[in-house]
Nanobody
Framework: QVQLVESGGGLVQAGGSLRLSCAAS????????MGWYRQAPGKQRELVAL???????NYADSVKGRFTISRDNAKKTVYLEMTNLKSEDTAVYSC??????????WGQGTQVTVSS
């Protein structure tokens, strides 16, 4: 019943742009902190961008100025706008909905590959 469905991944040339989307089912979306994570082969998963239910944001240093996280509560969707993509951005990107004590849900992940 509770589900996060991601879309927007693909193959992009370095310097290009891409928008990832994660659509949520259920009534939990508006009260959750939403985050985008990524994991490259052989590496730990890292937090890329976080958007709290109150509107605050946090970004990894490596993506500051290039990535933007946003949400549309009416559409129950969180976005990750990625610009000036670099080869080191290549990873599987996953969205997460989190509310302490109640929710910790993950999307299926979408592959982003940036060619140099």
């Amino acid at each position: 019943q509770v589900q996060l469905v991601e879309s927007g991944g693909g193959l992009v040339q370095a310097g290009g742009s891409l928008r990832l989307s994660c659509a949520a089912s259920g009534s939990f979306f508006s009260i959750c902190d939403m985050g985008w994570y990524r994991q490259a082969p052989g590496k730990q998963r890292e937090l890329v961008a976080l958007l709290t239910s109150g509107g605050g944001t946090n970004y990894a240093d490596s993506v500051k100025g290039r990535f933007t996280i946003s949400r549309d509560n009416a559409k129950k969707t969180v976005y990750l706008e990625m610009t000036n993509l670099k080869s080191e951005d290549t990873a599987v990107y996953s969205c997460n909905a989190y509310k302490r004590f109640w929710y910790n849900y993950w999307g299926q992940g979408t592959q982003v590959t940036v060619s140099s």
